[in-house]
């Protein structure tokens, strides 16, 4: 499914992101990268990172880090290693709930990197305390 993607909105921007070798922490590296951030992809599964990163294009680029988030020393290392790789970092995403009851069908992982990707740009600077809810309506 395509989208359209807001280019530059994440230039010169810097994010570590978990479980970023699968599912929507794929798709939202992937679309972070599109927007021109550069993404230190963590995950757990090493051939999945690598096929996030095969498939990630630019402008932006992934630093693929091989890690077990629930080992507190080595979420230490990870961010050690993303600021080392990165030289700054703007952003950290260790998980998010994502809520999908939907009748019309579940959401795909590139829609709900979209909403990711509004949340966490300049537009939704004002945005404090609520749940984004990517159901295509089934909840209003
Ligand atoms: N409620 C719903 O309807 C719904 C729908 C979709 C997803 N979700 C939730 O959203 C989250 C992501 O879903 P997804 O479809 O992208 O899942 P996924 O399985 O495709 O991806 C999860 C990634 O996290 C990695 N991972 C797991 N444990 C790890 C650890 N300890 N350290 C490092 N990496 C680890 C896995 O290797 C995998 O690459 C999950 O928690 C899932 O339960 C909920």
Redesign the pocket.
Known sequence: MDHEVVRDRFAGTDVLL??A?????RATALRLVDEGADVFA????ER?LAATVAAASGPGRVVLHV????DEAAVVAAVRGAVSALDKLDGLDFGYY????SPLG?AQ?EQIAATIAFAASHDASYLTGVDLRVDRGSHI
Do not use: F
Request: cysteine-free; proline content about 9%.
């Open positions: 978990t479980g070798g699968s599912g929507i922490g963590v995950d757990a599964n999945g890690a077990d988030v629930s994502a809520r999908i009851r579940p992982p």
